[in-house]
């Protein structure tokens, strides 16, 4: 049927099909969250799904993080596959035992006896002026939890197919959006986060790295947001005649390092770029993963654009000063490509 | 060849109060075959969102893109159904 | 306990800065974000709760507070800061992320804090209960006679940190006056779709602590229950916890397409508004005559709109103050 291969989904809409995809075909597989029944969640990742599945599989929950994120760990390992919504990523402060003590460990705990199929997903990012507790990505302070496989999708297509692989996954997944990706008609975001999606249950596998733009005189590696202002760099650079190559991780855990080095290998000058705070995170996890295995592949010092280790301030002018953008991604990239080391 | 009007529909929200919408989002990229029915895209005023359907199936013309300004009536896309 | 007639031209002068603020904001909020609702477009981007039909929680509890008090409120403040005697220009330039605001724009309007009055507020349900028990557990400790009061919405009654806060201030005997503004609605879920039981005045029980709940967002009902509860704290008698059944105006938040709320619901609600009801009343009882509730009513407006100019003509920080302050 050639109008659904066409079809354009925005990612909100991707996320919210692949859920679907997964409840048509297993019973197991229930929603629940803050506003994701009626409302079809804040940032419309269920959209639809309580007139499909009605409300014992979409359900609402108290404010209670703690108790859902903890029954839904509970419901996972007595042989459900729930999908728990963290409205912000920001409020995990309030239930974070739940997930890094109890969801994250319970497999280990039990020497592999027991699986924990449960998926946390959660809204990330800002740029919309949302300020320090509702704007965060916190990319880092989960990828750093053993246990926890972490998917971060940057387009509707790797969306779908990446939530899909979470439902089917034995492990706990925390699947984070950015907001400013979802394609809300109420919120900007990048032409190119919506995109062509089938309308079949395909997976994406988890730890996969992708090259979402192929080149030879440097390697930006980034992910979620920071791959479109990437591209946008790119693209600037190109009229220059510096050919750049990006690496969207789509996943942080498990880390596709592989696809990462073979990268660097080539062009030899790595930039990373990341909307989180700078210090003890993805940044410095990329660069120590190239470094340690070979830094014989670095023609010049690898380059780190991230959030400073600030709150993230609420005035535009200072927030926009503060995140990455193409234009610090371009100045960079020069950099790197104009220095002899 | 048989072409069929995407008009914005007379009547969808209160004008007196707020005369025009946008274009929030196409389902479908210029030159796309859609199905008859078929979410093409949909408009937004103020904080309402709503959906536009393909009359008809065929060849999408776009004439008025994402985020593109419009009122009851506009014109904003053709289907081509030959 | 009744009001005086000082006490009342106070609450409806406070009630309707608060009410004027919000319906002032709910416009300004707007500019830059038609005919496209661009949520990080025009000179106040981001998220906005108002409050509007709410002033009674504020004004009926902070009429009886003093500076030395604290005030610890939710993501939808605007009325509490008021009533609690937050600089309304500096808060508002707040809002506007300007560099004279409390924080020169770093927080905006959801962490809005001045430690002159011991007012703060904070993004996270729940968060500023504990908070509040600190600041009466410091009180306790220096001898003093102030209270907290915290805020918090019916959805946050259902939070972990909630119920903590409240089994310590009760353990510990501390003077804080725990405030549930019960507007119906979390987001989009209604109060008997997340909580357990349908008052939550009675969960008071299991701290071992009066409870109290207020109907149909009376203020002087308000006033009279909580010049109770912080009596009884200030003389060491320990916490309170009250509910008052409110309700909001606007969406949970400016740009809430609100498909949620039945038809009709906000138009039954502005009939019984509870500024034009403490009005008629305090006229007709409170020995306030209606030339002396106009003249407050003038002046309160007056001086939001002098905030709003303000904050208006301020300037933006420079991009690279977003560096300091982040340690003392």
Same mark, same amino acid.
């Given at each position: 049927?050639?109008?659904?291969?066409?079809?354009?989904?925005?990612?909100?809409?991707?996320?919210?099909?692949?859920?679907?995809?997964?409840?048509?075909?297993?019973?197991?597989?229930?929603?629940?969250?803050?506003?994701?029944?009626?409302?079809?969640?804040?940032?419309?990742?269920?959209?639809?799904?309580?007139?499909?599945?009605?409300?014992?599989?979409?359900?609402?929950?108290?404010?209670?993080?703690?108790?859902?994120?903890?029954?839904?760990?509970?419901?996972?390992?007595?042989?459900?596959?729930?999908?728990?919504?963290?409205?912000?990523?920001?409020?995990?402060?309030?239930?974070?035992?739940?997930?890094?003590?109890?969801?994250?460990?319970?497999?280990?705990?039990?020497?592999?006896?027991?699986?924990?199929?449960?998926?946390?997903?959660?809204?990330?990012?800002?740029?919309?002026?949302?300020?320090?507790?509702?704007?965060?990505?916190?990319?880092?302070?989960?990828?750093?939890?053993?246990?926890?496989?972490?998917?971060?999708?940057?387009?509707?297509?790797?969306?779908?197919g990446l939530m899909i692989s979470a439902i089917r996954d034995d492990s706990p997944v925390l699947y984070m959006f950015h907001k400013g990706l979802q394609g809300l008609a109420w919120m900007a975001s990048p032409e190119k986060a919506a995109t062509e999606v089938p309308d079949d249950a395909y997976a994406i596998p988890l730890g996969e790295a992708k090259v979402v733009r192929p080149g030879k005189d440097a390697t930006i590696v980034t992910l979620s947001m920071m791959v479109h202002r990437s591209m946008e760099a790119a693209e600037q650079l190109a009229k220059d005649g510096i050919d750049v190559e990006v690496v969207d991780l789509r996943t942080l855990v498990p880390l596709d390092r592989a696809t990462v080095f073979k990268s660097v290998a080539k062009t030899g000058r790595l930039i990373v770029v990341d909307e989180d705070y700078s210090s003890f995170g993805v940044t410095a996890e990329i660069i120590t993963s190239v470094v340690e295995r070979d830094p014989t592949v670095l023609k010049v010092k690898p380059r780190r654009l991230a959030f400073p280790d600030i709150p993230i301030p609420y005035s535009r002018p200072m927030e926009q000063f503060a995140l990455p953008n193409a234009g610090k991604i371009t100045e960079a990239v020069r950099e790197s490509v104009k220095k002899g080391r | 060849m048989i072409l069929s009007d995407?008009?914005?529909?007379?009547?969808?929200?209160?004008?007196?109060?707020?005369?025009?919408?946008?274009?929030?989002?196409?389902?479908?990229?210029?030159?796309?075959?859609?199905?008859?029915?078929?979410?093409?895209?949909?408009?937004?005023?103020?904080?309402?969102?709503?959906?536009?359907?393909?009359?008809?199936?065929?060849?999408?013309?776009?004439?008025?893109?994402?985020?593109?300004?419009?009122r009851p009536g506009t014109l904003i896309g053709r289907i081509d159904g030959a | 306990m009744k009001p005086s007639k000082n006490q009342l031209l106070w609450m409806y002068s406070?009630?309707?800065?608060?009410?004027?603020?919000?319906?002032?904001?709910?416009?300004?909020?707007?500019?830059?974000?038609?005919? #496209?609702?661009?949520?990080? %477009? @025009?000179?106040?981007? /981001?998220? &906005? =709760? *108002?409050?509007?039909?709410?002033?009674?929680? $504020?004004?009926?509890?902070?009429?009886?507070?003093?500076?030395?008090?604290?005030?610890?409120?939710?993501?939808?403040?605007?009325?509490?800061?008021?009533?609690?005697?937050?600089?309304?220009?500096?808060?508002?330039?707040?809002?506007?992320? #300007?560099?004279?605001?409390? %924080? @020169?724009?770093?927080? /905006?309007? &959801? =962490? *809005?804090?001045?430690?002159?009055?011991?007012? $703060?507020?904070?993004?996270?349900?729940?968060?500023?209960?504990?908070?509040?028990?600190?600041?009466?557990?410091?009180?306790?400790?220096?001898?003093?006679?102030?209270?907290?009061?915290?805020?918090?919405?019916?959805?946050?009654?259902?939070?972990?940190?909630?119920?903590? %806060?409240?089994?310590?201030?009760?353990?510990?005997? *501390?003077?804080?006056?725990?405030?549930?503004?019960?507007?119906?609605?979390?987001?989009?879920?209604?109060?008997?779709?997340?909580?357990?039981?349908?008052?939550?005045?009675?969960?008071?029980?299991?701290?071992?602590?009066?409870?109290?709940h207020i109907a149909d967002n009376d203020t002087l009902a308000i006033f009279t229950a909580a010049g109770e509860a912080i009596e009884r704290a200030r003389a060491g008698g320990g916490p309170t916890l009250m509910e008052i059944e409110t309700y909001r105006y606007y969406g949970h938040f400016q740009g809430d397409p609100e498909v949620y709320r039945p038809a009709g619901e906000v138009a039954a609600l502005k009939a019984k508004d509870p500024i034009e009801r403490l009005r008629k009343e305090m006229i007709a009882n409170g020995g306030v005559s209606a030339a002396e509730a106009d003249a407050a009513l003038a002046a309160a407006r007056k001086e939001v709109d002098e905030a709003v100019a303000f904050a208006r003509q301020s300037p933006y920080p420079a991009p690279a103050e977003a560096l300091e302050h982040v340690f003392a």
């Open positions: 049927m050639a109008s659904k291969s066409n079809r354009i989904l925005t990612m909100s809409h991707a996320i919210a099909e692949g859920i679907a995809n997964e409840m048509r075909t297993d019973p197991s597989v229930f929603v629940m969250g803050e506003d994701i029944a009626a409302y079809g969640g804040i940032f419309g990742a269920t959209t639809g799904l309580l007139a499909e599945f009605g409300e014992q599989r979409i359900r609402d929950t108290p404010i209670s993080e703690t108790a859902f994120i903890g029954a839904g760990v509970g419901a996972a390992m007595a042989g459900m596959r729930p999908i728990v919504e963290l409205m912000f990523v920001d409020f995990f402060g309030v239930c974070m035992d739940a997930i890094y003590n109890l969801a994250a460990k319970n497999i280990y705990f039990s020497g592999g006896n027991c699986k924990v199929p449960l998926v946390i997903m959660t809204a990330t990012g800002g740029g919309y002026s949302d300020a320090g507790q509702h704007s965060q990505t916190l990319h880092a302070t989960f990828a750093h939890m053993p246990g926890l496989k972490v998917a971060v999708p940057s387009n509707a297509y790797d969306a779908k | 995407i008009a914005v529909p007379e009547g969808l929200w209160d004008t007196s109060k707020t005369p025009e919408g946008v274009v929030a989002n196409w389902f479908y990229r210029d030159g796309s075959t859609v199905e008859a029915g078929a979410k093409i895209a949909e408009l937004m005023v103020e904080k309402t969102v709503f959906d536009i359907a393909a009359p008809a199936a065929g060849e999408l013309h776009i004439l008025v893109p994402k985020d593109g300004i419009v | 406070a009630m309707a800065k608060a009410r004027y603020f919000e319906d002032t904001m709910a416009a300004v909020y707007m500019e830059g974000k038609s005919p #496209k609702f661009d949520i990080g %477009a @025009g000179p106040v981007p /981001g998220e &906005m =709760h *108002l409050c509007a039909g709410q002033e009674p929680c $504020a004004a009926g509890v902070c009429v009886h507070l003093r500076p030395e008090d604290t005030v610890t409120a939710t993501h939808r403040p605007h009325h509490q800061a008021i009533a609690k005697g937050v600089d309304l220009k500096k808060m508002t330039a707040e809002i506007f992320g #300007k560099k004279t605001g409390l %924080a @020169g724009g770093r927080g /905006g309007h &959801m =962490h *809005l804090l001045d430690p002159k009055v011991n007012f $703060a507020c904070s993004g996270i349900v729940a968060e500023g209960t504990g908070p509040a028990v600190g600041a009466a557990l410091a009180a306790k400790m220096r001898g003093t006679k102030a209270v907290a009061v915290s805020y918090v919405g019916e959805g946050a009654a259902n939070q972990g940190a909630f119920h903590e %806060a409240l089994n310590l201030a009760a353990l510990w005997k *501390l003077p804080v006056l725990f405030v549930i503004e019960d507007n119906a609605w979390a987001i989009s879920v209604p109060k008997s779709k997340s909580t357990a039981v349908a008052d939550n005045s009675v969960r008071a029980a299991a701290y071992g602590i009066p409870g109290v």
